[in-house]
T-cell receptor, first 113, second 117 residues
Framework: DAGITQSPRHKVTETGTPVTLRCHQT?????MYWYRQDPGHGLRLIHYSYGVKDTDKGEVSDGYSVSRSKTEDFLLTLESATSSQTSVYFC????????????FGQGTRLTVV | GENVEQHPSTLSVQEGDSAVIKCTYS??????FPWYKQELGKRPQLIIDIRSNVGEKKDQRIAVTLNKTAKHFSLHITETQPEDSAVYFC?????WGSGGGADGLTFGKGTHLIIQP
C-alpha cells in the first residue's frame, strides 16, 4: 500500500465546532485530494492540491477549507461543522495528476451531532 | 463539469458467471477512465483503467471497454468468485482541465456486486 495515513480515523463532534482532518503521505507525490463518500452519492471531490500552497475547489467545497504547507501534509478543515457534513472522508494522492492512479487513505468517519 | 452515470446500482450474479457494469460520461474531453473496487469498510483501490486512445484493456478476469463516440465504458468480470463481492466505482477525468492536470476524478455512484454461491 502507498504510504498515506489519515488522522483521526473516527471522530464525533458537535454542530458548530471546527474540525481538522489530516492526510500525511510519505510518497512525495505532488497531487493530493480530499473526497467525501456518502451513500447514494459515491465519492465527491471537495478540494485538491497540485503543490505546496497550491489548492483549488472541487465539486462540493462549500463549508470546507484546506491547507498544504508541506508536500507530505494536506489538511481539511470544517470551519463550523454541520450535520450534513457527517460522512466518510478519504484523502488520495497521485504522482502525475488526475489521469494517473490515485491511492486512497483508510478514510476518516466523521459524525456531527 | 463532468457527470458520470453508473448502472446498475446493485448486481447479483451466480458464482462463475460474468458481471457487467456500465458507465456513461458527459464531457467529451475526458481521457482517463479508471475503475475502483471497495470492499466493506476498506479504501477504494484501482483494479483497471483505460485511456481514450484505447478501445479495450484486459487483465486476467477483468476487462474494460471504451466507446468514445457514445461516451460510455464498461467493466467486465468473467468467472466471478466470492472475493469479487464489493462495491465498484467507475470514474472519469479530463487530465488537462482548468486545474492543469490536477482536477481530480468524477465518480459514478457505485455498483454493489453480490456473488451468489
Amino acid at each position: 500500500d502507498a504510504g498515506i495515513t489519515q488522522s483521526p480515523r473516527h471522530k464525533v463532534t458537535e454542530t458548530g465546532t471546527p474540525v481538522t482532518l489530516r492526510c500525511h503521505q510519505t510518497e512525495n507525490h505532488r497531487y493530493m485530494y480530499w473526497y467525501r463518500q456518502d451513500p447514494g452519492h459515491g465519492l465527491r471531490l471537495i478540494h485538491y492540491s497540485y503543490g505546496v500552497k497550491d489548492t483549488d475547489k472541487g465539486e462540493v467545497s462549500d463549508g470546507y477549507s484546506v491547507s498544504r504547507s508541506k508536500t507530505e501534509d494536506f489538511l481539511l478543515t470544517l470551519e463550523s461543522a454541520t450535520s450534513s457534513q457527517t460522512s466518510v472522508y478519504f484523502c488520495a494522492i497521485s504522482e502525475k495528476g488526475s489521469n494517473t492512479e490515485a491511492f486512497f487513505g483508510q478514510g476518516t468517519r466523521l459524525t456531527v451531532v | 463539469g463532468e457527470n458520470v452515470e453508473q448502472h446498475p446500482s446493485t448486481l447479483s450474479v451466480q458464482e462463475g458467471d460474468s458481471a457487467v457494469i456500465k458507465c456513461t460520461y458527459s464531457d467529451s474531453a475526458s481521457n482517463y477512465f479508471p475503475w475502483y473496487k471497495q470492499e466493506l469498510g476498506k479504501r477504494p483501490q484501482l483494479i483497471i483503467d483505460i485511456r481514450s486512445n484505447v478501445g479495450e484493456k484486459k487483465d486476467q478476469r477483468i476487462a474494460v471497454t471504451l466507446n468514445k463516440t457514445a461516451k460510455h465504458f464498461s467493466l467486465h468480470i468473467t468467472e466471478t468468485q466470492p472475493e469479487d463481492s464489493a462495491v465498484y466505482f467507475c470514474a472519469a477525468s479530463n487530465g488537462w482541465g482548468s486545474g492543469g492536470g490536477a482536477d481530480g476524478l468524477t465518480f459514478g455512484k457505485g455498483t454493489h456486486l453480490i456473488i451468489q454461491p
